[in-house]
């Protein structure tokens, strides 16, 4: 089992930034790749980004492409995504989650993760 535990989420106003964490513990080892979806009130989750643990290959959404980086840490086990530009259409849980054995292509879709976090709230005022 890996457990997944996100935090950073809060309050800002459009056009600031906030930077999430996702700390992963357990058997992290068996885990290829960490993503970040989000989830609005009222809206269907969707892919945020990706990134591989070995070579930190990354994969964005293109709503937040030029706006968010994704980095690693593999000494702690711990993925960040980085938030700039943030605008009100950002607001809404945001989920940290592992995938075990997938290809790169399907690090979009959620059903390709076999852990996820319990979210955090990043809201954005206008």
């Known amino acids: 089992q890996v457990q997944l535990v996100e935090s950073g989420g809060g309050l800002v106003q459009a056009g600031g930034s906030l930077r999430l964490s996702c700390a992963a513990s357990g058997r992290t080892f068996n885990t290829q790749a960490m993503g970040w979806f989000r989830q609005a009130q009222g809206k269907e989750r969707e892919f945020v980004a990706a990134i591989t643990w070995t070579i930190g290959a990354t994969d964005f959404a293109d709503s937040v492409k030029g706006r968010f980086t994704i980095s690693r840490n593999n000494a702690e086990n711990t993925v960040y995504l980085q938030m700039n530009s943030l605008e009100p259409e950002d607001t809404a849980v945001y989920y940290c989650?592992?995938?075990?054995?997938?290809?790169?292509?399907?690090?979009?879709?959620?059903?390709?993760?076999?852990?996820w976090g319990q979210g955090t709230q990043v809201t954005v005022s206008s």
């Open positions: 989650a592992a995938a075990r054995i997938t290809s790169f292509l399907s690090l979009r879709h959620g059903s390709t993760y076999d852990y």
